[in-house]
């Protein structure tokens, strides 16, 4: 039986692990071997995960029916309260 | 066409791209099949007449490096083979059809390596007529093979570096070393002309309309002659195409028709190495089979 492993490289200490691509391979030792050869052999990563495809469980979907944008950044347009709050302290600069 | 082909059409012009587990027109799998398929095979045929010259190597440091780049072709022939795999074919029905003849590889790959020179020359330009069509790959439609066209081009580029490097080296040697990079570059400019395809219109290209390329043949052909005349003429070497050259007020050069029989009849293994190379390929398929067998039973 030949698996699929996905493997994951770390370009530089520090940096997140990305999806680099994915060998075949009947066991992890072989696995291992692939991915050394396929993404390491220029000194390109720091560290490999390897990890077989059925061990990957895949999410896409983020429904958002309730309109959560007070979670985020853009949820919140301070621009017009904030000039009217300098304008009562005096403290508006002028243009 | 129906409304969801339709969309989806779309959706990959205005540049979205498509990952494995999306839906797609089946036509658009079965295409993008047969392009990453022939891409693919080429990674794997391409590695032969390369292949012959490692014994050959004139020094130990240029026989290192040749190696190196064999090993990063049949590499990128298994990265390829991966993303085919991913969408239906199994790698093993891809080397079946190779070895049989009904899937292609790549025409620059039906020619023998006379000389130490051509390997220069393949290594250069058959490179770099390459890195044209891939670069345009990184932005193809389906996510997963652009993303792997980036490890790709990367390793490519230098391989074009090693070429040039052969090239110079012979350039400015003998008299007898320049003429062999001559007598190469004679018998494959062709070839090269032939390697982006017929000047068919983008958008009567299937492959563009999907937008698995993202330029059509002409366009990577301008590109590659806008890069590299100049590049092999100041070294004082001739280009074998008397009506070769560029308009200076529209950028686009002009060359003599290259014979597109020629290039059907070579793709479709009429080549002058086409039949060998398949054989070699078959036989080594054979003499490695064991291999995989012990290694599968093993893991078994």
């Not at chain 2, 391409?46 to 049949?74: C, F, H, M, N, S």
Request: proline content about 5%.
């Amino acid at each position: 039986m030949t698996l699929v492993w996905e493997v994951f490289r770390q370009e530089r200490k520090g940096q997140p692990f990305a999806h680099a691509g994915s060998v075949t391979a009947p066991d992890l030792s072989f696995a291992e071997l692939y991915a050394r050869e396929q993404y390491g052999r220029r000194q390109e990563s720091e560290a490999l995960w390897i990890v077989p495809r059925e061990g990957v469980h895949a999410v896409a979907d983020f429904p958002d029916e309730f309109d959560l944008k007070y979670r985020r950044v853009d949820g919140y347009s301070i621009k017009a309260r904030l000039k009217e709050a300098r304008e009562r302290a005096g403290t508006a600069v002028e243009s | 066409m129906d409304t969801r082909t339709q969309e989806f059409v779309e959706y990959v012009q205005a540049g979205g791209q498509v990952e494995s587990g999306d839906w797609m027109p089946d036509d658009y799998r079965s295409k993008l099949v047969k392009f990453i398929e022939m891409h693919g095979n080429s990674e794997l045929m391409g590695v032969l007449p390369e292949r012959d010259w490692i014994l050959r190597a004139p020094t130990l440091q240029r026989k290192l490096a040749l190696t190196a780049k064999i090993q990063d072709e049949v590499g990128h022939a298994q990265l390829i083979y991966r993303v085919v795999e991913d969408l239906g074919k199994p790698r093993s029905a891809c080397l079946d059809d190779l070895v049989s003849g009904k899937a292609k590889f790549h025409n620059v790959f039906h020619y023998p390596t006379k000389t130490w020179g051509d390997v220069g020359v393949i290594a250069w330009l058959v490179d770099a007529a390459a890195i044209v069509s891939q670069k345009a790959l990184l932005k193809c439609s389906y996510a997963p093979y652009a993303r792997i066209m980036k490890k790709i081009c990367w390793e490519e580029s230098f391989h074009i570096l090693h070429g040039r490097d052969v090239i110079l080296a012979m350039v400015t040697g003998t008299q007898e070393q320049f003429e062999l990079v001559q007598e190469a570059l004679d018998r494959w400019w062709e070839p090269l002309m032939h390697f982006h395809g017929n000047p068919i219109p983008a958008d009567e290209d299937p492959m563009y309309v999907w937008r698995i390329k993202s330029q059509g043949n002409e366009d990577a052909r301008q590109q590659f002659l806008e890069g590299y005349v100049p590049q092999i003429r100041e070294l004082g070497l001739e280009i074998p195409d008397p009506k070769l050259r560029r308009d200076d007020e529209t950028s686009v050069w002009s060359y003599t028709e290259p014979d597109w029989d020629r290039l059907k009849a070579v793709v479709t293994g009429h080549g002058p190495a086409s039949q060998e190379r398949l054989a070699f390929r078959r036989l080594s398929r054979e003499q490695v089979d064991w291999v995989s067998r012990i290694v599968l039973a093993e893991a078994a």
